[in-house]
């Protein structure tokens, strides 16, 4: 079964203390990409990487940092976590970052709070 | 820089009803439009992607329109059932651009 798989799912940390939330795709997917929700702001992009060892800021990158050593996986690491950090966070993934026809597919979803 | 708006922010039809979600994109050079549905607490789901070349996708119950001159989309959901009750999104993609920008959603609740 095609899977973007998110670890943790739920998580309750305290500031300063460095966390990684993995992210893996099973289906040879290129593209990658990390999103934050947050009430009455939507969906914003964190970073993403069109390939293994390419990765580029999204909107939002402040805070966060990632890495593409292997197609399949694309951990989002907060290196000092902070409060305005608490959020829904979702890990996506297509095909290729470049064409148009693209589905994009997400993971369920990492619930963080930091307090 | 490209915004997108959805309209309206929530809705509640009865059972049966046929209904349309709107979406609305500031800039007309995108490479596709997606929509997406949201349940609580959950990942999205993608419903329908629609190319810049194309004008609308069908799936079941479900169609959307693409007219890119005028920025806008739309989302037709016919005979609208209880479980359609989701957050629905739409993102566009951005020509040379490999991010997604999203609206904020439509909240729908369709009553028995």
């Known amino acids: 079964e095609a899977q973007v798989t998110q670890n943790p799912r739920y998580l309750i940390t305290v500031t300063g203390k460095k966390l990684t939330v993995t992210c893996s795709q099973n289906m040879n997917h290129e593209y990658m990409s990390w999103y934050r929700q947050d009430p009455g702001l939507g969906l914003r992009q964190i970073y993403y990487s069109m390939n293994v060892e390419v990765t580029d800021k999204g909107d939002v990158p402040e805070g966060y940092k990632v890495s593409r050593k292997e197609k399949r996986n694309f951990p989002l690491i907060l290196e000092s976590p902070s409060p305005n950090q608490t959020s829904l966070y979702f890990c996506?993934?297509?095909?290729?970052?470049?064409?148009?026809?693209?589905?994009?597919?997400f993971g369920e979803g990492s619930w963080l709070t930091v307090v | 820089k490209q915004e997108v708006t959805q309209i309206p922010a929530a809705l509640s039809v009865p059972e049966g009803e046929n209904l349309v979600l709107n979406c609305s994109f500031t800039d007309s050079a995108i490479y596709n439009l997606q929509w997406f549905r949201q349940d609580p607490g959950k990942g999205l789901t993608s419903l329908l992607l629609i190319q810049s070349s194309q004008r609308e996708q069908t799936s079941g119950r479900l169609n959307a329109s693409l007219d890119k001159s005028s920025g806008r989309s739309t989302l037709y959901i016919a005979a609208s059932q209880p479980g359609d009750s989701a957050t629905y999104l739409c993102?566009?993609?951005?020509?040379?651009?490999?991010?997604?920008?999203f609206g904020k959603g439509t909240m729908l609740l369709v009553s028995p």
């Open positions: 993102a566009v993609r951005p020509r040379g651009y490999s991010t997604l920008t």
């Open positions: 996506a993934s297509s095909l290729s970052g470049a064409t148009a026809g693209n589905t994009i597919y």
